[in-house]
């Protein structure tokens, strides 16, 4: 719990259940929606068919060269070729997440764009390992490889890459249109390399180097494989996102003038671009909690480009019995006990409640002062605070 301690702890209220592409307010519980645009245009989906097809056509012909030639490098790059298919069946799962959302899906498909990549980057490891093991294997033995039947496959497979992508680039430039470019080009460089050892097999017999240029393929693979494993699993997995740590959420909102206690805060990844976060906040009696849950959304995604925030808010009074007003001596300890507990160090809370409950004295009438009010802008003053974590989390 991240809190300024108004008495005890509030007891859980029950999260608001998620909705889709509306703003609503009801029982101090609001959500705000913003999906992105996955570049789900006609044409877009048609210029992506267009060359899925074109990959899996060609990709089936390097398979089949590579095995007719001898030739591990041409299967080697028909595995790039294989992650480019994957990458554009995930472009277009992401355009169709984006226009609709099956019924038991209440948070959509974008999910489904992460698995695929997930068990894509899985199979391309699988491949490359393979590749590893049979181009040792073929370095101890020898093989011949046929460098002009190599040769053709792999500029037909360059060929591909190149028509493919000049397709996407006349349809578009949606974030997922230009993701599948880039894995097209790098696709195209790989064949590149193959045509070039391919020339040099024909042309001096030195069949070893297909076995050398498989590696170089299979590294590459390995290379674009590996990252996108870790970040796949930390997204399925719900990890906080590393540009909107639960401990930066929670100071943020806590700096809010209003804000008592911030208690249930989760953050997480829905999408590769999408991040959500749900909190309980607890604000102050006299502080309107339309207004609250707005500003503290705004805050959200003005800092941390957090567009889906699911924030249910209370009053002080509704969970605790209300604190009366005090003189400002007693409301400065009473607010002084709770920032040292906080982790604001003993001098820096002891300075600047006092000099909070003296301002609040001097305007009001009778002389007291709340004591929340006190313990509210004595934190939102940008207290340091001591070493030790003043953010704790029971979940």
Avoid: K
């Amino acid at each position: 719990m991240a809190t300024r301690p108004v008495d005890h702890h509030p007891p859980a209220a029950a999260q608001p259940a998620p909705g889709h592409h509306h703003d609503c307010d009801h029982a101090g519980a609001h959500h705000q929606h913003s999906y992105l645009d996955l570049a789900g245009s006609d044409a877009a989906w048609r210029a992506l068919m267009i060359a899925l097809w074109i990959q899996v056509v060609f990709l089936v012909v390097q398979v089949a060269g590579g095995i007719i030639y001898g030739s591990l490098a041409l299967l080697s790059d028909s595995v790039h070729m294989l992650t480019d298919v994957a990458a554009i069946a995930i472009a277009l799962v992401a355009i169709r997440a984006a226009r609709s959302a099956a019924r038991r899906f209440s948070y959509g498909l974008r999910r489904a764009e992460v698995l695929a990549a997930f068990v894509n980057s899985l199979a391309l490891v699988g491949a490359a390992a393979w590749i590893v093991w049979e181009a040792i294997r073929r370095m101890g033995h020898g093989h011949e490889v046929d460098g002009i039947g190599m040769l053709v496959i792999a500029t037909l497979g360059l060929a591909a890459n190149l028509v493919s992508a000049w397709i996407l680039a006349r349809a578009g430039s949606g974030t997922n249109v230009r993701a599948v470019m880039m894995h097209l080009l790098i696709d195209a460089a790989s064949s590149v390399g193959v045509i070039v050892t391919a020339i040099v097999i024909a042309t001096t017999g030195r069949h070893g180097l297909d076995s050398i240029a498989s590696l170089l393929i299979a590294g590459l693979a390995l290379w674009g494989a590996l990252p996108l494993i870790r970040r796949t699993m930390e997204i399925l997995l719900d990890v906080e996102p590393d540009a909107a740590r639960v401990p930066d959420i929670a100071d943020a909102l806590l700096a809010h003038p209003a804000v008592v206690e911030v208690h249930d805060l989760h953050a997480w990844h829905q999408s590769e671009q999408e991040v959500m976060v749900t909190a309980h906040v607890v604000h102050l009696p006299d502080a309107s909690t339309a207004a609250v849950i707005a500003s503290l959304e705004e805050l959200l995604q003005t800092r941390f480009g957090i567009t889906h925030s699911t924030l249910q808010a209370v009053p002080a009074a509704s969970l605790h019995a209300p604190l009366p007003a005090m003189a400002p001596d007693d409301a400065a300890a009473w607010a002084i006990s709770r920032l040292v507990a906080g982790g604001v160090a003993p001098a820096i809370a002891h300075q600047r409640a006092h000099a909070v409950a003296a301002t609040l004295a001097a305007g009001a009438r009778s002389g007291l002062v709340s004591p929340a009010a006190v313990l509210a802008r004595a934190r939102a003053a940008g207290t340091p605070r001591s070493p030790g974590p003043a953010v704790h989390h029971p979940h």
